[in-house]
């Protein structure tokens, strides 16, 4: 539960606007924003090398934001004939709603998050 909060405080609470908006464009940004997301992880006393997994990984994921990817490459398992142009903005095909596939692309960067920092804090 605390590395669900910790991630939740990190992630919405302590993200400005001007790192939401640049957090993509330049990796300084993306580091900037990992930086402020991952200092709350210092409460649960994590190891170095798992606060650096948290810490990169978050910036990585965001910079990159590899939640459309993971979308894509599962919708393409149904549907073979996808085409990446038509799904870049958020892995789903444009035709969707943007409302829904905005929210189910956060959710699966939000889960990309925990899985890696409950890995990090279990295992290292």
Same mark, same amino acid.
């Given at each position: @539960?605390?590395?669900?909060?910790? &991630?939740?405080?990190?992630?919405?609470?302590?993200?400005?606007?001007?790192?939401?908006?640049?957090?993509?464009?330049?990796?300084? @940004?993306?580091?900037? &924003?990992?930086?402020?997301?991952?200092?709350?992880?210092?409460?649960?006393?994590?190891?170095?090398?798992?606060?650096?997994?948290?810490?990169?990984?978050?910036?990585?994921?965001?910079?990159?934001?590899?939640?459309?990817?993971?979308?894509?490459?599962?919708?393409?398992?149904?549907?073979?004939?996808?085409?990446?142009?038509?799904?870049?903005?958020?892995?789903? &095909?444009?035709?969707?709603?943007?409302?829904?596939?905005?929210?189910? @692309?956060?959710?699966?960067?939000?889960? @990309?998050?925990?899985?890696?920092?409950?890995?990090?804090?279990?295992?290292?």
């Amino acid at each position: @539960m605390e590395q669900l909060i910790i &991630h939740l405080f990190g992630d919405y609470v302590t993200q400005t606007d001007w790192m939401a908006v640049n957090k993509t464009k330049r990796w300084y @940004m993306a580091f900037i &924003h990992a930086i402020v997301y991952s200092l709350p992880f210092l409460l649960l006393s994590p190891s170095v090398a798992a606060f650096l997994v948290i810490l990169i990984s978050h910036a990585v994921i965001d910079k990159l934001r590899l939640a459309r990817y993971v979308i894509f490459c599962k919708n393409l398992v149904t549907d073979p004939s996808l085409k990446w142009e038509d799904c870049k903005g958020t892995g789903f &095909h444009h035709s969707r709603p943007e409302w829904l596939t905005v929210w189910l @692309m956060n959710i699966t960067d939000n889960t @990309m998050h925990l899985a890696i920092n409950y890995a990090a804090l279990r295992w290292l």
